[in-house]
């Protein structure tokens, strides 16, 4: 049974640039939340889906947006880069928006220049 | 406003001995509190994780101590190896609200054990 899966791993991209982060769930999971992790930091919630919208949004601007596939996988993207977005960002899934047991993926590092 | 406090930040132990870290919130809306363990360029992985209606919970070398009247818990490792040697995290959630599902981290503890 395969474990979140995250793609990029690594990611460089240049200020003002746009990116866009993947995840796969968990096998049976149906909610996908999204995290940034500032170096040395702990994990920071930026948002979470749940049949396919959006439920619930951390403290982040409108430059981070997110969407939900029916086959419950997520998209992250940002928009006009800025330095401080530097971090690695990671996909939790669960088995509903409760969040009880959610498991993380490895992260996509992402460094902006 | 740092929602879940985790204290110390960093922890120096010999093999075979019991690092214990604490975290302290006030939300009263937490009803869920999982610790992580995270090694350097991998995301965190769940190691255990305990409600509030018991007092402890134990998961091999693993023991979550809960205390709901000082909103405190922390978690100890018995006979810690130099393979426990990571990044923990301490996080609280909701069971209710608009934010139900969040996890709220802390700050992090950098253990090491000493062979």
């Known amino acids: 049974d395969a474990g979140v899966t995250q793609s990029p791993t690594h990611l460089i991209k240049t200020r003002g640039q746009q990116v866009t982060l993947r995840c796969s769930p968990k096998s049976g999971h149906d909610t996908v939340s999204w995290y940034q992790q500032a170096l040395g930091q702990g994990p920071q919630f930026i948002f979470q889906y749940y049949e396919e919208e959006e439920r619930q949004r951390g403290n982040f601007p409108d430059r981070f947006s997110g969407h939900q596939f029916p086959n419950y996988s997520s998209e992250l993207n940002v928009n006009a880069l800025l330095l401080g977005d530097s971090a690695l960002y990671l996909c939790a899934s669960s088995v509903d928006r409760a969040g009880y047991e959610q498991y993380f993926g490895p992260g996509t590092r992402l460094t902006v220049t | 406003q740092q929602q879940v406090k985790q204290s110390p930040q960093s922890l120096i132990v010999q093999k075979g001995g019991i690092p214990i870290i604490n975290c302290a919130y006030e939300?009263?809306?937490?009803?869920?509190f999982p610790w992580y363990q995270q090694f350097p360029g991998k995301g965190p992985a769940l190691l255990i994780a305990i409600r509030p209606d018991v007092s402890e919970k134990k998961e091999g070398r693993f023991t979550i101590s809960f205390n709901k009247s000082a909103k405190q818990f922390s978690l100890h490792i018995m006979d810690s190896q130099p393979g426990d040697s990571a990044t923990y995290f301490c996080a609280a959630s909701p069971g209710r609200g608009s934010t139900l599902g969040r996890l709220y981290f802390g700050r992090g503890t950098q253990l090491t054990v000493w062979p």
């Open positions: 939300n009263t809306a937490f009803d869920y």
